[in-house]
């Protein structure tokens, strides 16, 4: 599939192949709950699992080739690489961190580039476009530093062959989070071209394996919903609670509108993962001997991008599972039990398997299966059953429900005269001449009256008093009886159905019941609710007042030894002027507070050692609160 990007790669158009096969693939989910493959299930770790254990025995790994933010590296990246070559699918993954902080943010943003997009430093689309293709080619870099560490023979080759992924979080620094820029139009669209640039880096590069990690709502904070942006791209989505949870969210909508190729999960300390197969769930037909000769069917999958082919493994010849899934048979059957199983593959590599049963010989019974009569109508109450398959004379034999239900050896219902209201039942079994057998279950209800609306109503205490409404019951011959049997005093059921009340009533819910007959014998009940409210409303109670505690959640570019820069500090709700501290030989002066970023001037000591350090911000009530930064 073809993914056109729009964007300029000199004068030609620039179009991403993404390829949508994950890192393995996966058996079909089923209803069955089949145990995953081996290399369906995987973890994905990174920089904070530096100088940690590292999960034994996967089935895959993806490594994190950044340090949390664009424009920085995972310091154990060649180690990680070297764990997930240790997996059963021993071909390691990668995931990049994005954002889009604008240039106030960043030492990294373009300043003067001309490709793929003309870009002069300003915060614009053509900018942020190519933000994304640089921090692209840095995780790129960082992927191939790694496998040249790890003694790769082709390091570029190994990165390329990897599939990526695009860690899109609202945890990351984008524009429409922080309050210098957005949230705009502007701001959204500068932060969806950013996610652009990096997928078309990325395939420019020759990566064929794309795809985006985030949820359906952290998209839509940071994109507005683009979903039309990236009709081509996977997405893996985070949250589930257990392996079973990660295995149904393959069935989810994808925020991308692509198809849904992995779910994460939470197992033993660690981030874990589901590939996503081609989903299809088993499927059980039936069909008589007869029709067993010229049986069809077509087996259909989700989960795919493109035509899928399916490898029919057993089954034949009885059942034949086509290319494109028709399933037929290679003759008439005998009676009995015939499964085709085998494998299916799309066009990108995603796989599944699919099963199919069909049962031979079995008469299934059609509609109808239940009725209703008034006890008047009971005494001359017919009804034909039936079964799908009329190629042979069908015979009925009754086992249960005679003598008031009779049915013939045609199949056909009738009563033995006049029944008392009641519920009637008759079951039995099917046959006919080519052996084929089947049940039969019927239900005749006789005498029931059921109550339409209304069932309940609801009036204010001033309208109370004349209240007034009329009860109905349907299948009745001849006028209805009413009888109530509770909820008086308040509200009262006239013999007619009328209901009224007592005069005016307190607020509150009134509850009435009751039952109902008509002349020929049949019955019923009925209910009511009344709801009395009052005519004025009680004024809304405003809620206590209380301050938010303050929140740093991330850090727009990094600090330089022996140079000044100007940071951003992204959160929310910061109270008044802070202060921002740090590890010695550090200085730090906040120039500007919007209350959801700080931008602050840090200078660091020259030939300082390079880190992940802390700053430690104090505000005006007293509080504080860290964040990390990268001093590089």
């Not at 080759?157 to 695009?166: C, E, K, V």
């Not at 209240?467 to 006028?479: E, P, R, S, Y």
Request: glycine content about 10%; overall charge negative.
């Amino acid at each position: 599939m073809k993914f056109p990007l729009t964007k300029p790669l000199g004068a030609a158009v620039l179009v991403a192949a993404v390829a949508l096969a994950p890192v393995s693939v996966a058996a079909s989910a089923t209803s069955t709950s089949p145990v995953p493959a081996a290399t369906s299930l995987g973890y994905d770790i990174s920089y904070p699992q530096c100088g940690h254990s590292l999960p034994q025995a996967p089935g895959f790994g993806i490594i994190g080739a950044n340090g949390g933010m664009t424009f920085t590296a995972n310091k154990c990246l060649a180690s990680e690489v070297t764990w997930a070559e240790t997996a059963a699918n021993s071909t390691p993954a990668f995931y990049a961190n994005t954002g889009a902080p604008g240039p106030a943010f960043t030492s990294s943003w373009p300043q003067s580039q001309q490709t793929p997009d003309v870009c002069s430093g300003a915060n614009t689309v053509p900018c942020a476009y190519d933000y994304g293709w640089n921090a692209a080619r840095e995780s790129f870099a960082n992927a191939v530093a790694a496998e040249s560490a790890d003694g790769s023979s082709s390091p570029s080759a190994a990165a390329i062959a990897s599939p990526w992924w695009l860690d899109v979080e609202t945890g990351n620094a984008w524009e429409v989070k922080a309050g210098y820029y957005g949230p705009t139009a502007a701001a959204y669209a500068n932060d969806t071209a950013m996610i652009e640039g990096e997928i078309a880096s990325f395939t420019n590069i020759g990566v064929t394996k794309i795809g985006v990690y985030s949820t359906a709502q952290q998209w839509r904070a940071i994109t507005d919903a683009s979903a039309t942006n990236f009709p081509a791209v996977p997405s893996w989505i985070p949250g589930f609670g257990s392996l079973a949870t990660a295995e149904t969210g393959c069935f989810t909508t994808s925020f991308t509108s692509a198809r849904v190729a992995m779910t994460q999960y939470g197992a033993n300390g660690y981030d874990a993962d589901y590939v996503c197969g081609l989903l299809n769930t088993p499927s059980v037909e039936t069909s008589t001997v007869a029709g067993s000769a010229t049986f069809n069917d077509q087996l259909i999958v989700s989960n795919n991008d493109g035509p899928v082919t399916f490898t029919q493994t057993s089954g034949s010849p009885e059942l034949l599972v086509s290319a494109t899934g028709a399933v037929t048979t290679s003759g008439a059957l005998a009676a009995g039990t015939y499964v085709a199983s085998g494998t299916t593959a799309d066009t990108n590599g995603n796989v599944g398997t699919f099963a199919f049963t069909l049962d031979v010989g079995e008469l299934v019974q059609a509609a109808p299966t239940s009725a209703s009569v008034k006890a008047s109508g009971s005494a001359t109450f017919t009804q034909q059953l039936s079964v799908p398959d009329g190629s042979l004379a069908v015979a009925y034999v009754e086992s249960s429900g005679s003598p008031d239900l009779v049915v013939s050896p045609t199949g056909l219902v009738t009563t033995s005269g006049p029944l008392a209201t009641g519920t009637y039942n008759a079951v039995g079994t099917t046959s006919d001449s080519a052996g084929d057998t089947g049940s039969f279950a019927f239900s005749l209800k006789v005498g029931v009256l059921v109550q339409r609306t209304p069932t309940a109503a609801s009036v204010t205490t001033s309208n109370s008093a004349a209240f007034t409404q009329q009860l109905d019951v349907g299948a009745n011959l001849g006028a209805v009886n009413y009888v109530q049997t509770s909820g008086t005093p308040n509200v009262l059921v006239s013999a007619t159905g009328l209901v009224t009340t007592a005069g005016t009533l307190s607020p509150g819910a009134y509850h009435v019941t009751g039952t109902t007959t008509d002349p020929t014998g049949d019955e019923g009940t009925f209910t009511f609710v009344l709801t009395v409210t009052k005519a004025t409303t009680t004024p809304p109670v405003t809620p206590p007042v209380t301050t938010p505690t303050p929140l740093a959640t991330s850090v727009s570019g990094h600090v330089v030894p022996g140079r000044t820069v100007q940071l951003a500090i992204h959160g929310e709700h910061f109270v008044g002027r802070p202060r921002v501290a740090s590890h010695a030989g550090t200085t730090v002066v906040v120039t500007r507070d919007t209350g959801s970023v700080l931008v602050v001037r840090v200078t660091s000591k020259a030939h300082s050692r390079n880190g992940v350090f802390t700053f430690t911000i104090t505000f005006a009530n007293d509080t504080s609160c860290q964040v990390r930064y990268d001093q590089r």
